[in-house]
């Protein structure tokens, strides 16, 4: 078994979570079969932390990859396994169920992390395009929120999940989420890249103890197409980035990963290809970026979001904008 000297961050009580890790969102591209199969060849790397969901509808061959790998030796205390409460499963008795399936399926007696994938109930299914809609969606109720939430902080008590973790939130959901939760998020999962640094949300979280981790880290170039618009950018391709890359002798995607971790949030790459992800940890464990290349990646900043979030919206709102509070205030 292969071993990478991965560093750590320590989260607010003190546990530490890997500054890299595995994604397993396939997209449309790959089935369970060759995820499991990355995911068993990432930790055969030196990955230790692995990003899964119900919703990616492969948390079973990954668990696959998850007991292989401790059958050859990984103790179970190095792996960091996450997983995610969909949008169909805010009701309390569907959290328990889907948090029980996550557990079995993944072969583990307990998870590192459990998001909220998303703060909506509003679902779809598998494979619709940007203009689909839940007929029942509507916008955020932070009372029906807060009831899902200390479903979840019971299972803190249990044992059998260790943090939590919101993914997809604002900083005004989050403010009442502080305000009224026993036991707050240990860290948010959010999209971010060079072209989508969101400043002040990441700084919020920081100065919360709560840990940014990554979504999107290389800008996403498997995601969906519908998911695709004709304004996203491509962040290997901006000339700061490139032009660090050539003086590192290195791929853009490097850079993009060691300004990641350099910035101080937690990406979750995917590729299936072991070439790919072996060079993505090798990317963050040597040659750094200046002082100097740091400061010009932030002036690679151009807000552009990725992931807008479409078919969440509910009857009546403006736009994709509502889900993201960007007014400072929570949409009725």
Not at 13 to 23: C, E, K, N, R
Not at 62 to 67: R, T
Not at 118 to 141: E, I, K, M
Not at 227 to 243: A, E, I, K, M
Request: proline share 8%.
């Amino acid at each position: 078994m292969t071993t990478n000297p991965v560093p750590q961050k320590t989260l607010a009580d003190g546990t530490t979570l890997p500054v890299i890790g595995i994604g397993t969102f396939g997209s449309d591209k790959y089935g369970p079969d060759e995820v499991g199969e990355a995911v068993l060849g990432a930790i055969r790397a030196g990955y230790r932390l692995v990003d899964c969901a119900r919703v990616y509808n492969n948390e079973a061959r990954v668990g696959q990859a998850i007991a292989s790998a401790i059958a050859e030796g990984v103790p179970r205390a190095e792996l960091r396994v996450m997983s995610k409460i969909w949008n169909d499963a805010h009701e309390p008795g569907r959290a328990l169920a889907s948090v029980a399936a996550s557990l079995a399926e993944l072969r583990v007696d307990y998870l590192d992390v459990l998001y909220v994938h998303w703060p909506f109930p509003n679902s779809h299914d598998p494979g619709v395009d940007v203009n689909s809609r839940d007929a029942h969606a509507r916008p955020y109720h932070h009372d029906a929120f807060m009831a899902l939430w200390r479903t979840l902080e019971g299972l803190v008590d249990q044992g059998v999940v260790r943090h939590l973790g919101t993914s997809n939130m604002t900083i005004p959901k989050l403010d009442l989420l502080l305000r009224d939760a026993r036991i707050a998020p240990a860290v948010n999962e959010m999209e971010l890249h060079p072209c989508f640094q969101q400043g002040r949300l990441f700084q919020y979280c920081l100065d919360h103890a709560i840990q940014p981790v990554a979504y999107c880290p290389l800008g996403s170039p498997s995601r969906p197409e519908r998911d695709r618009t004709p304004d996203d950018l491509s962040d290997v391709d901006q000339p700061v980035v490139r032009q660090i890359a050539l003086a590192h002798g290195c791929h853009p995607v490097a850079v993009c990963l060691k300004w990641a971790v350099q910035r101080g949030q937690i990406p979750i790459p995917f590729s299936v290809k072991p070439a790919q992800y072996e060079a993505n940890l090798a990317a963050i464990v040597d040659d750094p970026l200046s002082p100097a290349e740091m400061d010009a990646m932030a002036s690679v900043e151009r807000n552009n979001r990725l992931v807008k979030g479409q078919v969440f919206l509910w009857p009546g709102a403006e736009s994709w904008l509502d889900l993201w509070d960007v007014d400072g205030s929570i949409p009725e």
